[in-house]
């Protein structure tokens, strides 16, 4: 989502706000796809996660 800044959806709940929020954003690549535009390259991030242990 992070490629499309400039999109939001809002809705009754978070759950639905991001089901249309995805559903737009396919839109839109679809849109751009017929129209032979470029689509932004989906930004992934690496989480590194980390166990804390805390000694008692």
Known sequence: MT?????????????QAERGLLDLIA???EDMESSSEVVPTPWVAV??????YIAG
Do not use: A, M
């Open 47 to 52: 989480t590194v996660h980390r166990h804390h």
């Open 27 to 29: 839109e839109v690549v």
């Open 3 to 15: 490629e499309f800044p400039s999109l939001s959806w809002l809705d009754t709940g978070r759950q």
